[in-house]
């Protein structure tokens, strides 16, 4: 007997990276709310977002995931229907700033410190803590700098890792 598969779940294999952004009222329980929209709807959120904006009444919710053009709009259409959401929209990576924080701890000794502070400042890489037996990176950037760092650092012991998700603002007015 064959398994019926979600169609969201095999395309986000395939599908690009999207990043939706969401106005919504600030109140208990609306994170939620959007977050098992999402879930039903058979995405996998990659990152996930909230931060207040200056309005008080008002959080922005970043979201990233997988998904094709049309599971896309579908989404976004069910998601402009609660009535907590203001403003929903896709941001086009080529008219928006998206940007993430990545929190890095390496196992490092005297033989390769040197070699972890170069690739730190290739990178621009600020090491925030070193300790005899560790190092712990910070840094900021576009999600593909962020990936192209942990590529790079992935040669070495990887002992934590925190990364925050995509934030991001559309350019211009």
């Known amino acids: 007997m064959q398994q019926n598969q979600n169609?969201?779940?095999?395309?986000?294999t395939e599908a690009p990276r999207r990043v939706i952004s969401l106005l919504v009222d600030n109140h208990n329980g609306v994170l939620a709310r959007v977050s098992s929209l999402f879930c039903r709807r058979g995405f996998n959120i990659d990152s996930l977002t909230v931060s207040a904006t200056n309005d008080p009444?008002?959080?922005?919710?970043?979201?990233?995931?997988?998904?094709d053009d049309a599971a896309i709009s579908q989404l976004?259409?069910?998601?402009?229907?609660?009535?907590?959401?203001?403003?929903?929209?896709?941001?086009?990576?080529?008219?928006?700033?998206?940007?993430?924080?990545l929190l890095?701890?390496?196992?490092?000794?005297?033989?390769?410190?040197?070699?972890?502070?170069?690739?730190s400042s290739i990178y621009k890489a600020k090491i925030i803590d070193l300790s005899p037996d560790s190092m712990v990176f910070e840094l900021t950037g576009r999600p593909e700098k962020i990936?192209?760092?942990?590529?790079?650092?992935?040669?070495?012991?990887i002992l934590e890792q925190c990364r925050t998700g995509v934030t991001a603002l559309e350019r211009g007015g």
Not at 57 to 67: E, F, K, M, P, Y
């Open 104 to 119: 890095l701890k390496v196992e490092c000794d005297n033989q390769n410190r040197a070699e972890l502070r170069e690739i």
């Open 147 to 157: 990936d192209a760092f942990l590529k790079l650092m992935s040669d070495y012991q």
């Open 7 to 12: 169609p969201n779940k095999v395309a986000a």
């Open 57 to 67: 009444a008002v959080s922005r919710i970043t979201v990233t995931l997988h998904g």
């Open 76 to 101: 976004i259409l069910q998601t402009e229907r609660l009535e907590v959401t203001r403003q929903i929209f896709e941001l086009d990576p080529d008219k928006s700033l998206q940007r993430e924080l």
